[in-house]
């Protein structure tokens, strides 16, 4: 059966849409602590992590859907 199925792919872009919100909401929004630029800074680096990781499996699931 190997390979990722349409929900997982779907999974992994929900999770990069929800970090990348997160990051404009520390960036911009949550301006009481000090360190929101690191925090905005790590959730749009963990964003990059997941939309890697979204594309690698919608690759892989067209792949899939061609054979």
Known sequence: M????LQNTVFALMV???CLGMAVFFT???SEDANHY???GV???TAVGW????SRRWSSY???ARA
């Open 2 to 5: 190997g390979g990722p199925s």
């Open 16 to 18: 990069t849409l929800g």
């Open 28 to 30: 911009f929004f949550y």
């Open 38 to 40: 690191i925090y905005g």
């Open 43 to 45: 959730m749009g680096l």
């Open 51 to 54: 939309l890697v990781i979204a």
């Open 62 to 64: 067209r792949q899939r």
